[in-house]
């Protein structure tokens, strides 16, 4: 098994930033990619950005050229750095882990952007 924990979210005016954070811990060896999805009020839960062992990314065309996903493969720790922010991102940001053999998820976290 594997635990991904979320931090960093919260309140924010449009144009604003914010940095998330996700620690995974347990069975970590099984990670072979980590991602960011979210989740907009009323809506299905959608990519966001992953990012690979080998360091390969991959966004969402409504995220790029504003976040930037990142991992520090020492901490077991993935990171999404999201800039220009839009009301739009409002949403409930979930960590990703993909095992070998399942997914697994954070318990998410809040990002609200006031316009």
């Known amino acids: 098994q594997v635990q991904l924990v979320e931090s960093g979210g919260g309140l924010v005016q449009a144009g604003g930033s914010l940095r998330l954070s996700c620690a995974a811990s347990?069975?970590?060896?099984?990670?072979?990619?980590m991602g960011w999805y979210r989740q907009p009020p009323g809506k299905q839960r959608e990519l966001v950005a992953t990012?690979?062992?080998?360091?390969?990314?991959n966004y969402a065309d409504s995220v790029k050229g504003r976040f930037s996903i990142s991992r520090d493969n020492a901490k077991n720790a993935v990171y999404l750095q999201m800039d220009s922010l839009k009301p739009e991102d409002t949403a409930v940001f979930y960590c990703?882990?993909?095992?070998?053999?399942?997914?697994?998820w954070g318990q998410g976290t809040q990002v609200t952007v006031s316009s």
């Open positions: 347990g069975n970590t060896f099984t990670i072979t990619a």
């Open positions: 990012i690979t062992n080998g360091g390969r990314t």
């Open positions: 990703n882990a993909a095992g070998l053999t399942k997914q697994y």
